[in-house]
Every structure is written in structure tokens, then in C-alpha cells.
């Protein structure tokens, strides 16, 4: 049954990190056509008058621009963090599989770990403060949109993920003090 668990957590490991490519990726593509459509004379504005008019909210001609870009870019963050979150999972499964627990290299996989968990947290934490900071536009996704644009349970579930990432760091690192103690007694 260990052997089943620990092959199926690797499989969907590199699913997830496929899909994360993926959407860096299409975040990258859709980055460009938004610069490229959106450096056209006239463009800009006109983009800008369309979305104010659809969220009700008044903002200058290219401040969307800089609005979707800074969405792009928190978007590639975060699936960048998911990636190695799932690459560094994907090493530690590999290490338990070899019994190879209270090493080294599970602590430095498990620090990796560690940061790029931070990493999406900050991302996803930016992310929400960006958008819904405007009362306006919170209110106005309030009435189309569920209850978790409102809630951000992501960052949440990122940060009591964290701590226990950080306890399990904390335990290995303390397991290797005492694995070292017992092979120098031995």
C-alpha cells in the first residue's frame, strides 16, 4: 500500500507540473497579444473604456494595461511556485521510496520546499490585496462571482500549509541531529 500511495503522489506530482508549464505558458502567450493588441493606436483607451464600463469602474486609458500585466506576472509566479513545490514533493517521495529520510538532502529539499510555498503564498496574498483592495470592484464581484473571491481560502490553506511545512522541516532537521548523535555512538 506505501509503495501504491507514493507512486500515485509522484504521478500527480508531474501532472501538476505539466499543467503548471501549461499555464505559464498560456499566461506568457496571453501576456503578448494583451501588449501587442493593447500598443495599437488607440487601443488602449478604447480597452480601457470597455472595461470600465462592464465593472463600472473608472480608471486611465493604459492604468489596465499595467493591471493585466501585474495579473500576468502574479499568475506566472505563483504556477512557477506550484511547479517547483510539486518538483521538490517529487524528490522527497523519491528519497522515501530509497528510505532515505533523516538526510541531508531531504532537508535542503525540504528548505526549497519550504520557499517556494512562501513564494505562493506572497503571490496568491498580493494577488487578492491588488484586486479586491477597491471596495468597488469587491463589491461588484460579490454579486457575480462565489463566495472564495471574497474569502481567499487559497491563502489560507497556503498559510496553514506553510506552518505545517515548516514543523515537518523543523522535525527533520532535529532527526538528523539525533540520527548523527546515534551513528557517532555507533
Not at 39 to 55: N, T
Not at 97 to 125: D, G, P, R, W
Not at 132 to 144: E, H, V
Request: net charge positive.
Amino acid at each position: 500500500m506505501r509503495k501504491f500511495v507514493l507512486n500515485l503522489l509522484t504521478a500527480l506530482t508531474w501532472i501538476y507540473q505539466v499543467l503548471c508549464v501549461f499555464s505559464v505558458v498560456t499566461f506568457v502567450l496571453a501576456g503578448g497579444f494583451t501588449i501587442f493588441a493593447l500598443s495599437q493606436p488607440g487601443a488602449g483607451a478604447e480597452a480601457g473604456k470597455g472595461m470600465s464600463d462592464g465593472l463600472g469602474i473608472q480608471l486611465g486609458g493604459n492604468a489596465w494595461l499595467w493591471l493585466m500585466l501585474g495579473l500576468f506576472c502574479f499568475f506566472i509566479a505563483a504556477s512557477m511556485a506550484q511547479f517547483f513545490v510539486c518538483r521538490y514533493a517529487r524528490l522527497i517521495i523519491k528519497n522515501i521510496k530509497q528510505e532515505i529520510y533523516f538526510a541531508m538532502k531531504n532537508l535542503q529539499l525540504l528548505k526549497k520546499l519550504l520557499i517556494s510555498v512562501v513564494v505562493y503564498t506572497f503571490a496568491t496574498a498580493i494577488f487578492y490585496i491588488g484586486i479586491y483592495s477597491n471596495y468597488a470592484t469587491l463589491t461588484k464581484i460579490a454579486k457575480t462571482s462565489s463566495a472564495d473571491m471574497i474569502y481567499p481560502t487559497s491563502i489560507v490553506n497556503s498559510l496553514f500549509f506553510l506552518a505545517i511545512l515548516y514543523v515537518v522541516y523543523l522535525v527533520f532537521k532535529y532527526g538528523m541531529k539525533v540520527q548523527e548523535d546515534a551513528d557517532s555512538i555507533i
